[in-house]
């Protein structure tokens, strides 16, 4: 993977580019990540210079997590963007725009893994499509999230103008 | 499932909640939706009915992610809190801002026609503990200077602020 990946949040108010090839992913599963991204680990990967991540539309807004983590969102959405320690910048895989071709190769912070994570696989799975009771109520949603791609502008003139459901 | 009392937050503790009564479905929603909206794999919810359900402690933003749909945020640090219907009885909060997460455990996946590939894979990678020695402080540096909200209650935050 040498080319061009592009991500940003959710409402497309911040948007991202990394040239070249990505550092390392992973989940980590440390208190401090569960409790900001709200949800049982964060999946980071790291970029591996500075210079090959561009802020294409708008930055994210930062909290400072500790003296020397700072954590990047989207002041509009929330969409948890980054992770930034002295040693460098991470970025949230699942706000990349292709998220299934950045597999993680490593665990970290597994001292806060939940009890049930490693068993989350197991449990039953539906699609949205098989949920008959919500069908009616998905069919009239109109989406107001970004496309998984860049856009030349946005948002869009007409709600609804997204390949997104 | 349960009916004790939960409390969260999110990160920075300037937004939090606390439920009371019955919680439900404590699932996993792989779509795409609310993977970008929590920049994650999965968003694991839990609900409750809104009757049964306080912020306790500031608001949070939305951000209307469809008409009938919209999601809450700490506008102060980013943490993902909530999926609210609009007009309905219910509130889903994000299953990792709880202060006791392993309390709740998930029954169900949905939304899995978003999965990522690798989703049963992940928990076979190598596992490795917190580690800073890449800093000068060590890991000690971070925990000492956390500014994450402990995982209960508080009467007074942040900590400089306190009398």
Same mark, same amino acid.
């Given at each position: 993977m040498s080319d061009i990946h592009s991500g940003g949040c959710q409402c497309g108010a911040v948007r991202f580019q990394v040239r070249g090839t990505l550092g390392t992913a992973s989940i980590c599963h440390c208190r401090m990540c569960q409790k900001a991204f709200g949800g049982f680990y964060a999946p980071l990967v790291g970029i591996r +210079?500075?210079?090959?991540?561009?802020?294409?539309?708008g930055e994210p807004k930062r909290f400072q997590?500790?003296?020397v983590v700072s954590r990047g969102f989207c002041g509009?959405?929330?969409?948890p963007l980054t992770y930034e320690a002295p040693d460098g910048i991470a970025l949230s895989?699942?706000?990349?725009?292709?998220?299934?071709a950045i597999a993680p190769v490593i665990q970290y912070?597994? +001292?806060?893994?939940?009890?049930y994570t490693d068993h989350m696989s197991e449990i039953p799975a539906r699609t949205t499509a098989e949920d008959v009771e919500t069908a009616a109520f998905l069919a009239s949603i109109v989406s107001r999230q970004h496309p998984d791609h860049d856009t030349d502008t946005w948002p869009p003139e007409q709600a609804g103008a997204t390949d997104n459901t | 499932m349960t009916d004790k009392e939960l409390t969260g937050g999110c990160q920075c503790g300037a937004v939090r909640y606390r439920v009371t009564g019955e919680v439900g479905y404590p699932h996993l929603c792989h779509c795409r939706m609310c993977q970008k909206a929590s920049g994650n794999f999965f968003l694991p919810l839990i609900g409750a009915e809104r009757a049964d359900f306080?912020?306790?402690r500031g608001d949070p933003a939305w951000f209307h992610s469809s008409a009938p749909v919209r999601r809450g945020f700490c506008?102060?640090?980013?943490?993902p809190l909530a999926f609210e219907t609009v007009g309905d009885d219910w509130i889903a909060f994000t299953?990792?801002?709880?202060?006791?997460?392993?309390a709740v455990r998930p029954i169900e996946q949905s939304g899995?026609?978003?999965?990522?590939?690798f989703f049963h894979e992940l928990f076979a990678l190598k596992e490795t503990r917190s580690n800073?020695?890449?800093?000068?402080?060590?890991?000690e540096d971070v925990a000492s200077t956390n500014r994450q909200h402990p995982d209960r209650d508080t009467n007074h935050w942040p900590k400089e602020r306190r009398t």
């Open positions: +210079e500075q210079a090959d991540l561009r802020w294409t539309r997590s500790s003296n509009d959405c929330g969409t895989i699942a706000a990349f725009d292709d998220p299934g912070g597994v +001292e806060g893994k939940l009890p | 306080e912020w306790t506008s102060n640090c980013g943490t299953h990792g801002s709880l202060d006791d997460v392993a899995v026609e978003g999965r990522v590939p800073r020695d890449d800093l000068p402080g060590g890991l």
